[in-house]
């Protein structure tokens, strides 16, 4: 099977409007790959439209239309041209008392009007230093994915909660073991073996080249270095080669 690997691009909350002009003129002539997903604000997504890359929404609601203020719909994202969405990210569930019964619902909706799903999963410091990691990976992806019958839109991304924003970055070794354990749960828990697993937490242009070389890495989730342009087109060089 062909090696694909993915950069995906968390925005977050950054930037106005002048500053996604701006962004936007220095990335759109660069990159020529649809292994690059983009997940700006949800007001700014048309401006990021028909590009090569992919454009994705970093939350919606579960139902497909309703009184739900504020709230966008996975059908609303797919009839923008959104292909993909961010579900159950850390500061989500952290924030916004998302559980993992929310999380679930979001995916099989999202999955039901044709969205691929990016599923973030990932310890905190305490559940660490407890040795909780693979049991709270095991609870997050049974009850997030459960009922998920077509696992080839789904990716997981691996964050731990204590390196996302802290430029604190697990050791290679232990990225490694931890996608392995996930590749292995999804093997073993629905029989797909072929899930893909990026990582993501204080990804940034200076560690990319050694997480790079976590062997069954699938590619990267990037938050704050993604808002920087350059940073960013460097991860994507170092990850998908020119
Ligand atoms: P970070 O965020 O790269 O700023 O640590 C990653 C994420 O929240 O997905």
């Not at 270095?225 to 990850?239: G, K, N, R, W, Y």
């Amino acid at each position: 099977m062909v090696d694909r690997k993915y950069v995906v691009g968390n925005l977050k909350m950054a930037m106005k409007k002048d500053d996604v002009i701006q962004y936007l003129k220095r990335i759109n002539d660069k990159i020529y790959s649809n292994q690059v997903i983009l997940f700006p604000s949800s007001i700014y997504i048309p401006y990021f439209l028909n590009q090569y890359y992919k454009v994705g929404i970093q939350d919606v609601h579960f139902e497909s239309i309703g009184p739900y203020t504020g709230e966008i719909s996975p059908s609303q994202a797919k009839s923008m041209g959104v292909s993909c969405v961010l579900v159950g990210h850390s500061e989500r569930r952290r924030y916004f008392q998302e559980t993992d019964g929310v999380v679930n619902k979001k995916v099989l909706k999202s999955l039901s009007e044709g969205l691929s799903v990016i599923l973030c999963v990932g310890e905190t410091k305490e559940e660490k230093d407890l040795l909780k990691t693979d049991r709270i990976l095991k609870k997050q992806i049974t009850y997030d994915l459960r009922d998920v019958d077509d696992f080839r839109q789904v990716m997981i991304a691996y964050e731990p909660v204590w390196a996302i924003g802290t430029k604190v970055v697990p050791k290679n070794q232990e990225i490694q073991k931890t996608i392995q354990y996930i590749k292995d749960l999804v093997k073993q828990e629905y029989g797909y073996p072929d899930i893909k697993v990026l990582y993501g937490g204080s990804v940034d242009a200076k560690n990319i080249d050694t997480i790079c070389q976590v062997r069954n890495l699938d590619g990267v989730l990037v938050g704050n270095s993604s808002t920087d342009a350059e940073q960013f087109l460097h991860i994507i060089e170092v990850v998908l080669g020119k």
